[in-house]
């Protein structure tokens, strides 16, 4: 079953989120594994919500390609925020009309 991963990433800015996009070549760099992506700005910062075929898949996404990004191009704006807030959910049913 597929797993989805929701982020949310205070102080993290649309800025933040493009200077890493272009760091990793997003979103022709598509990990194997990820099914899903959307971002978007909330009140307090960022939310990503990913479905990916494993826990496993995303965390070595994040530990190899995008920590690395953010160190290099957000960092300032990590080093200000908490880290941030994971949410994991079995899901049951993906549907898209995009």
Do not use: C
Request: charged share 25%.
């Amino acid at each position: 079953m597929a797993t989805g991963i929701i982020m949310e990433f205070d102080a993290f800015q649309p800025e933040n989120y493009d200077a890493v996009s272009q760091e990793i070549g997003w979103p022709e760099n598509w990990p194997d594994g990820l099914s899903f992506h959307a971002a978007g700005q909330t009140g307090d910062g960022m939310r990503i919500v990913e479905v990916w075929d494993s826990r496993d898949q995303h965390d070595r996404w994040m530990e190899g390609t995008i920590q690395p990004a953010i160190q290099k191009v957000a960092a300032d704006a990590a080093a200000a925020a908490p880290p941030p807030r994971v949410t994991e959910f079995a899901v049951r049913v993906l549907e898209s009309r995009l």
